[in-house]
């Protein structure tokens, strides 16, 4: 990632300082895709099972490639799945986040909350929660429900650690000027505590975002006939090796975009308002 | 703020942990008992942990959660010696830095039901590669994170230093350069050792031919509608994270006793 500057600059300018890392990125992904390439090249795997990328090319925009026929009825197909991951993994961001910004703003506001649970939150986060999902599904059944929870679970905890730290990130100058002023605790927490956590809130989201596209297809893997999770599982069934390195790359393809449009987000909304990141990572965490 | 309290006093967060616990039984008294007393799908804390006790003395468990913890390990290694090497990489290469930042932050986006398929379609049936694979991904992006902030933890005065008294490149990385990543690396060994059984976990919810590992107990303990026993297997793979977690602390207090306070501040950049 590039490092901004902290003078004012517009959004546009802060979008073009950014051209390197995009640069990298697609330097990134083509290595890898040159890779996966070449290892099927040079390996004597199985061409019927072991899809390259461009088999994947094929299966989405060339025509009786793969059945069915038509290129644009494999695309069609794939629409909806995406959509139905797409809804898994939104609702269980929201639910998330909304969790973590209230459990932040609980922790941060009273003294007792954060000695009697922090030290819980700080052990839960270290538990694999995602390899619970089976309890969760026992307990909440199939449905949006569990997909919600499931998601919700990885994205909780970033941002319960991150905001944390945001929201005791503000200067005490600042806080300062703010009691100077008399003004009270909720005065403090909107007008200095929750925009300095803004980064933050960034900082947790990265991680949160790709997270929640995995979860949710894990869910859908795991419990639920549909969404690209499922779809993973029954064209495996159906020994249909096209559509399922398809989907593999699809799936890849959401997670990285949702990573990387938290990335735009942040650089839209950080624009010139903020110190630079390399700032704001070393300051320790809510511990 | 939050930075600057003193300490949290143990007796509020023993409260904190009986709060908890005390809701749970609650939950599962009044929400999730069956009228004939019998427990639904969420246990009494009471009765998980008694389940716990009792799986402890059953070997059967042991060899399990051993051969999760086996894959879960070898994961781990992989992950650590491929950031190792992309470290080496950037050391030589310094402008490789932003490559190796971008294949953890991909690493880290892999979906697990996208990865899965493809490793179990590739390996032989019994096989518990995608284990080994879904650990390695979850370690290597903080590895990664880790290696990097290690590298750049050198300042230029303590550089200067070394080439003022005639000291080559070799030496710095020697001298300096290492000893200075230390604490970043420990942090991020630390941070990848629960991430680690988590991986090897989740894997065996894909794996084909396989029918031994906590993953398999939590799949089949499902299908037998054994809630107590689901929760028992959680309240366990739990422990041993935590236990990897604090033998790798333990180990690194040992090793090197002046990183334990700085090693927070770095897993807090690490997030």
């Known amino acids: 990632m590039s490092a901004g500057t902290p003078e004012r600059r517009s959004a546009g300018a802060r979008l073009r300082a950014s051209a390197p890392a995009l640069i990298t990125t697609v330097v990134t992904l083509a290595v890898l895709l040159a890779g996966w390439q070449l290892a099927i090249s040079v390996t004597n795997v199985n061409a019927y099972l072991t899809k390259s990328p461009v088999d994947v090319w094929n299966y989405l925009f060339v025509d009786g490639t793969f059945s069915p026929e038509s290129a644009a009825e494999r695309r069609a197909a794939l629409v909806p799945m995406i959509g139905v991951t797409v809804y898994h993994a939104g609702i269980g961001l929201v639910f998330g986040v909304s969790l973590g910004l209230v459990g932040s703003v609980l922790l941060s506001v009273s003294r007792t909350l954060r000695a009697m649970f922090l030290p819980i939150a700080l052990v839960l986060q270290t538990v694999p929660l995602i390899a619970m999902a089976p309890v969760i599904y026992a307990v909440f059944g199939a449905g949006v429900v569990t997909a919600a929870v499931i998601a919700g679970v990885v994205t909780f905890f970033p941002l319960l650690m991150n905001l944390g730290a945001g929201l005791s990130a503000a200067s005490p100058e600042t806080v300062d000027l703010v009691h100077a002023y008399g003004g009270g605790r909720a005065k403090l927490l909107v007008i200095v505590q929750l925009p300095a956590a803004l980064p933050y809130l960034f900082a947790g989201l990265k991680i949160a975002a790709p997270a929640v596209i995995s979860a949710a297809t894990l869910y859908e893997f795991l419990f639920s006939f549909e969404g690209l999770g499922a779809n993973l599982l029954t064209s495996r069934s159906y020994s249909d090796y096209g559509l399922l390195w398809t989907l593999v790359v699809v799936t890849i393809a959401l997670a990285l975009v949702a990573y990387g449009l938290v990335v735009l987000l942040e650089r839209l909304v950080l624009a010139g308002r903020y110190p630079p990141e390399s700032a704001l990572a070393r300051r320790g965490g809510l511990r | ?271």
Request: net charge positive.
């Open chain 2, 1 to 271: 703020m939050m930075r600057r309290q003193p300490p949290a006093p143990a007796l509020l967060g023993a409260g904190g942990l009986v709060v908890i616990l005390v809701l749970w039984h609650l939950v599962a008294t009044f929400g999730f008992t069956r009228p004939n007393g019998s427990y639904g799908a969420v246990p009494p804390p009471l009765a998980a942990l008694g389940r716990v006790g009792a799986d402890l003395v059953d070997p059967a468990y042991w060899s399990g959660i051993g051969a999760t913890a086996g894959a879960a390990l070898t994961g781990y290694l992989l992950a650590v010696a491929a950031a190792l090497v992309l470290g080496v990489l950037v050391l030589l290469a310094p402008p490789l830095e932003s490559f190796a930042n971008q294949l953890g932050v991909v690493a880290a986006c892999i979906p697990i039901a996208a990865i899965s398929p493809i490793v179990v379609l590739l390996s032989p049936t019994g096989s518990r590669a995608v284990s080994v694979v879904l650990a390695l991904l979850a370690v290597e992006f903080p590895m990664i994170i880790g290696v990097l902030l290690g590298l750049r933890a050198t300042s230029p005065a303590q550089l200067d230093l070394v080439h003022a008294y005639g000291g080559g490149t070799l030496t710095a990385i020697r001298k300096v350069r290492l000893i200075a990543a230390i604490p970043a690396l420990l942090s991020a060994l630390k941070i990848g050792a629960p991430a680690a059984f988590l991986g090897a976990m989740t894997g065996e919810f894909f794996a084909v031919g396989v029918d031994s590992g906590a993953g398999r107990l939590l799949i089949s303990q499902q299908y037998a509608g054994d809630y107590v026993g689901m929760w028992a297997i959680a309240i366990l793979a739990s422990a041993v994270s935590a236990l990897g977690y604090g033998a790798i602390a333990l180990l690194a207090r040992w090793l090197a006793p002046w990183t334990a306070h700085t090693a927070g501040q770095t897993a807090g950049a690490l997030r």
